[in-house]
């Protein structure tokens, strides 16, 4: 087994008491671009982080990059799995980070650690 990188050898730990769970760009077209796994375990693997977060009560925040576009909506299995989960339209901007309404949602939350 490899070592994990960035903590000393150690398994990162995640504190669901301190912690938001961020889902950006998991759109249909986006998807679509992947081709180092079947788009049908890509959409699992989402699927079962939305649900992981769902499961240990953190919160989720989602946004996506032009949905009305070639990008296409969020995958239905991200809110399927997380109906708590926060939804952010972003207006044009590539980097959710330069959405004041998403860096609101996120700072909003409290938690210290972004997963």
Do not use: C
């Amino acid at each position: 087994m490899s070592t994990p990188a960035n903590f000393n050898g150690q398994r990162p730990v995640i504190n669901p008491d301190d912690a938001v769970m961020l889902l950006i760009d998991h759109q249909s077209g986006l998807f679509q671009t992947v081709g180092d796994m079947p788009m049908t375990e890509l959409r699992a693997r989402a699927a079962v982080l939305a649900k992981m977060a769902t499961l240990a009560k953190m919160p989720v925040i989602t946004t996506a990059s032009v949905p009305q576009g070639p990008n296409g909506p969020l995958i239905p299995e991200i809110h399927q799995n997380a109906p708590h989960a926060k939804y952010v339209a972003r207006k044009g901007e590539i980097n959710a980070w330069d959405n004041p309404e998403f860096v609101e949602a996120v700072k909003a939350t409290g938690k210290k650690a972004i997963n």
